[in-house]
């Protein structure tokens, strides 16, 4: 009985984590578990279970990810944050990676900068906001 309660308990608890993130994640790994359960079921032993286990999730991931991926399209939210992306800014505080000094002012707002590029970009030039990283705004020159 011993394994066949582990992969039977593996089986759920990956599930259960696939249903709270939503992220395509567990779900090939459970599938890697059922099939462990039922080599366990046929009394297998310990070691085919595991090289089961390993098969059938890297086939899982393989075969079928790519398929799931394009049907489920997993749906991120933009913020507000987001608008600034592409606009163009005016630089407050040079922005000098090297010191870790940069502020731009970009629609109405303060953002901490960092130079996409790397150079040195002197306070009062236009610049682009390229991207963002967490709380600081990537920009290049206009």
Known sequence: MGF???WLAAFIALCV???ATVGLVCIWFAAGALGAFLTAMLGGPFWLQLIV???VSALALALLRPA???RVKLRRSPT???????????????V???SGTGLVSVLGQTWTARSEL????PAGTQVKVRRIEGVKVFVETV
């Open 4 to 6: 066949k309660v582990f």
């Open 17 to 19: 984590g696939e249903a």
């Open 53 to 55: 286990f390993a098969a």
């Open 68 to 70: 799931v991926s394009r």
């Open 80 to 94: 507000n944050a987001d608008r600034v992306v592409d606009q163009t800014a005016l630089v407050t505080e040079t």
């Open 96 to 98: 000098d990676n090297g």
């Open 118 to 121: 790397g150079v040195v970009i």
